[in-house]
């Protein structure tokens, strides 16, 4: 048998995993140093936590987990109708399968709040870094788990917290090296005034999915796409000045003020924008290169917003958009409790790494954890070569002896596949001398250094 | 709906994070500095991969994974009887499910090198912090997701390797400050000589396994069971004589080569735990004060041990082991790669954190991240307060401002409740005179600061 893993599953080689490390404990530095805390939840959710949340499609793509110990069951025959009823009606059997694994961190983290809302101290600032997964068709950047890494506030109505969210992004691309940072804003305020303002306030929900779909389909599928979905010409050439507006962020504020004058909605959505900026201007940092737009074309997939949107792209890569956003009100509402206004962002880690894979854009060091491999060369150097490593290991310096005495050759092309920077060899000559003929790997130069010279060297 | 979460798995409070992580990036960081890789592997295998790998028992422990898209299919009869097939005898339909949760973490390291084994650089010495999924009765201590940590090393047969792996007991709980740290160690030759000697060769895993439950069930019932299991009494009381022998280190390891000297076997496997302690007497360092104990009672429940067998425990708490591991011959045979060696130890995560929090061994500054919280009291300090938050942020000091303008008394509790250390007030007075009045909230004691006196103070 050739083993394999499932498809859209990966295994994460340790320079992988070193990476994905490097991107992970950048974004928490960050997260920590605005005051968000960090939350796990378990991969498995009871099914009915999840089941209708995320849309026909979601509830498709939901793994469901097979409950255990069915053939030691007494009552076959009401386990078959109980397979009926899967079959018929998709995982609508709680004796066939009452758990699945998380979708996604959003509704997880709403049924915790919901759970501990009597211990929490509110506004609770959460991040969350973990797998989903999904039974999507894989292909090329998609997988059937993947890493989420959110942070959402909830319990408080202040734009700050807009604000810190968008810093946040700012923030840890700028410690990331990402260039061409681009963090575009919009609000469903405005979005739904555009509804109203058109006439078509009923049918928000169509607009905004068709308009998601501008950079994709260009204005012609978006126009052909409102217009199936029933739109009159007026209201899709409305649409289309809408989508026009151009400028600078102070100049498309101001058309889109004048645009949208008879939506209270909208003129509070614009306000709204206005006070981002301002909190943003006073949180942002000197070294912070990226730019921050106002783009009136962003709209967002989830339905779940209503306030401001967010999503970050770079203008270095062709890729999808790396981040996004924005507020919902009444997420727990889901789960009974009403009235909890919230705001959050997410980092798409798997098209990071790949951005920053193309860029190279991950430091020197960052495979680099061995500092030092001792040859086994010498049979009667090994307990001075241990005395060494516990020395060096004390300090904090990840030092390896090769453990078995095999051809130097082998143990050199070891050290070379490992990416170990340095080679230290203690023949009967060195250890008669009491000195370490240390080679570095990458210039090819060596040295003999004492082993205090030696540590001093490396750490 | 009152939500909840599955039986046996957990959500972890920021808190619970927090001293899980300290935990798991101590032990982390002992793995690299012995020159340890970090490995991920997905959190679904394919069903094959898992079944047929722990017995009987685990099979039925596994969590299958329901296929998605089964309503869909179009031949729903051939779906009643894969359905069949799974209630008559378990899960054996690929049409019903064919991937499932990873069960612990050394199958699929086993398939990994298998996979890879043309890219790795061997000896391959990995670690693995990751959780798995069995479908027990969860009961005090014991979930249905919980995390595994382990170290490993394949390709190599020196004993290096264990007594690098014993050393990286003793260092992590050394840095863990875990006291009463024993670290027992056995062959699983000398119990295999012992088998031969009292002629019962064929009998070896019946003598382990009623041997293992010496400390639970003591001598007595250890006899009886061995007498149930088909051992005549003469073989028994050699067992007995076995268990029996006392004294230090050096004095059971004579008397253990006399009572098994027909075993060639045997002397071999003491002649290891004599090497291994030896490298381990050169590897330690002064500062550890665990102890480490040859314990010619331990045999580890897992079958597939062959040669030095450990296990950890604290006489500081009243706990099963904590830590245990072996070398193993032949794991990757599974998967086709015949005739590589490994030995690897694992840490019992939750059980440490049990100790770590019944002996309050945590560090003080566990929970501690937001440094200062700025009350909201004076709209028009906001904008003061904002440049201060991006100054302290931009030094690393992970500082808030409470983002509503809340009475007083809710946003000091909120301080409170978060155990932030600090509290700055910025009132009309202290803004027109350029300071921060700081309130410690440990002492109470309050000091007006520039900010600049308090970025020093914080730093």
């Not at 936590?49 to 987990?65: A, C, P, Q, S, W």
């Not at 739904?192 to 779909?213: M, N, P, R, W, Y």
């Not at 001792?374 to 490593?389: K, Q």
């Amino acid at each position: 048998m050739k083993p394999s893993i499932p498809q859209g599953t990966r295994d994460f080689s340790p320079a992988d995993v070193r990476r994905r490390q490097y991107i992970l404990n950048t974004i928490k530095s960050v997260f920590e140093v605005y005051g968000f805390q960090p939350l796990e939840t378990p991969s498995m959710e009871n099914l009915n936590t999840l089941m209708g949340k995320y849309g026909e499609e979601g509830d498709r793509l939901i793994f469901k987990i097979l409950n255990n110990g069915l053939h030691e069951k007494k009552d076959q025959a009401k386990l078959h109708e109980e397979w009926d009823k899967i079959l018929s009606k998709p995982y609508s059997s709680t004796t066939v399968t009452e758990r699945a694994l998380r979708y996604d961190l959003t509704i997880p983290f709403a049924r915790y709040v919901v759970m501990h809302q009597n211990d929490l101290a509110f506004p609770f600032k959460r991040y969350q870094m973990q797998p989903v997964w999904r039974a999507d068709r894989p292909q090329r950047g998609r997988y059937r788990e993947f890493w989420q890494c959110d942070a959402d506030v909830v319990g408080s109505n202040s734009l700050l917290n807009e604000a810190e969210l968008l810093c946040i992004y700012q923030d840890a691309f700028h410690r990331l090296n990402v260039p061409g940072i681009q963090v575009k804003i919009n609000s469903r305020k405005v979005l739904a005034g555009l509804a109203e303002c058109c006439g078509a306030a009923e049918q928000l929900t169509d607009i905004t999915v068709a308009i998601d779909k501008l950079d994709k389909i260009g204005w012609d599928g978006v126009a052909k796409e409102l217009t199936e979905r029933g739109l009159e010409a007026d209201k899709v050439n409305y649409i289309q000045n809408y989508l026009n507006i151009s400028g600078s962020t102070e100049e498309r504020l101001v058309a889109m003020e004048t645009l949208l004058k008879d939506s209270a909605t909208a003129q509070q959505g614009i306000a709204e924008l206005r006070t981002t900026l301002k909190y943003m201007a006073q949180l942002q940092r000197g070294e912070w290169t990226s730019e921050v737009l106002v783009d009136f074309t962003l709209a967002r997939g989830l339905n779940y917003y209503t306030g401001v949107i967010v999503e970050v792209g770079t203008t270095a890569v062709k890729m999808g958009s790396i981040g996004g956003g924005g507020r919902y009100d009444d997420l727990t509402g889901l789960f009974g409790l009403k009235g909890l206004s919230g705001v959050g962002v997410s980092f798409g880690i798997d098209r990071i790494y790949d951005v920053m894979t193309e860029l190279n854009l991950f430091p020197e060091n960052v495979d680099v954890t061995t500092r030092i491999l001792f040859v086994n060369i010498e049979p009667e150097a090994e307990t001075t070569i241990l005395s060494y490593l516990s020395r060096l290991r004390g300090q904090g310096i990840s030092a390896e002896l090769y453990s078995d005495a095999a051809k130097f050759d082998k143990q050199m092309k070891y050290a070379d596949k490992r990416q170990i920077p340095y080679v230290g060899i203690v023949g009967s000559t060195e250890l008669a001398q009491k000195v370490i003929n240390l080679k570095n790997m990458t210039t090819g130069e060596q040295q003999q250094l004492s082993i205090e010279q030696l540590s001093e060297h490396l750490v």
